[in-house]
């Protein structure tokens, strides 16, 4: 993929949320859960490496309470793996971005958000103009390069704050252009 977007970097797949039950507090568990902490949020993130740097870009699909990043700028942090066993050993620069409105502020990019309401929504996510993106705003420790580099791996997560409720993530029809050297 590059800055310029590429069908290469691009994944187009199926989302929806198929079930949900409100995040809060299990009674008995005030000591490690507060009504002011509660959320959670789901989406996309893709895996590349330039100057010897993994960098895990993500791109949030839905969000409620405080981990609801609707209104939020993109941002960079150091997210740090200690188990070498792991492919996500030793850890990367993690690039967030918010489907949304504020990607479309921010980055000219239209990425809707996911509806808790169970419809599917169709995406087609270019990680080489998100990175591009990133990149113009100065998020990245290093400059992305000029030229093309390898999107290492996609995947979906659902992380929340609570001790009961739940959300499901529905993904479906996942797709993109594969190169292999030689043969493109």
């Known amino acids: 993929m590059n800055r310029r977007g590429s069908p290469r970097g691009t994944i187009v797949f199926d989302a929806r949320i198929s079930s949900h039950a409100t995040i809060a507090c299990r009674a008995?568990?005030?000591s490690i859960c507060s009504p002011?902490?509660?959320?959670?949020?789901?989406?996309?993130?893709?895996?590349?490496?330039?100057?010897?740097?993994?960098?895990?870009?993500f791109v949030d699909l839905h969000g409620s309470g405080v981990l609801d990043y609707s209104s939020g700028p993109p941002g960079e942090s150091k997210w740090n793996w200690p188990v070498r066993d792991s492919f996500q050993y030793p850890g990367a620069?993690?690039?967030?971005f918010?489907?949304?409105?504020?990607m479309a502020t921010y980055c000219g990019i239209d990425v809707a958000r996911l509806p808790l309401t169970g419809t599917r929504v169709r995406y087609a996510i270019d990680f080489g103009k998100v990175l591009a993106c990133a990149d113009a705003r100065g998020l990245a420790g290093d400059p992305m390069?000029?030229?093309?580099?390898?999107?290492?791996?996609?995947h979906w997560y659902?992380?929340?704050?609570?001790?009961?409720?739940?959300l499901g993530l529905e993904v479906s029809a996942v797709e993109t252009a594969l190169f292999v050297?030689?043969?493109d």
Do not use: C, K, M, N
Request: aromatic share 8%.
């Open 145 to 154: 390069p000029a030229g093309d580099i390898a999107l290492d791996g996609v």
């Open 98 to 102: 918010v489907a949304g409105s504020s």
């Open 28 to 30: 008995g568990t005030e």
């Open 93 to 96: 620069e993690v690039l967030f």
């Open 36 to 57: 002011s902490s509660l959320g959670v949020h789901a989406g996309v993130y893709a895996y590349a490496t330039w100057a010897g740097v993994p960098r895990l870009v």
């Open 158 to 166: 659902i992380e929340g704050s609570g001790t009961q409720g739940s």
């Open 181 to 183: 050297d030689g043969f």
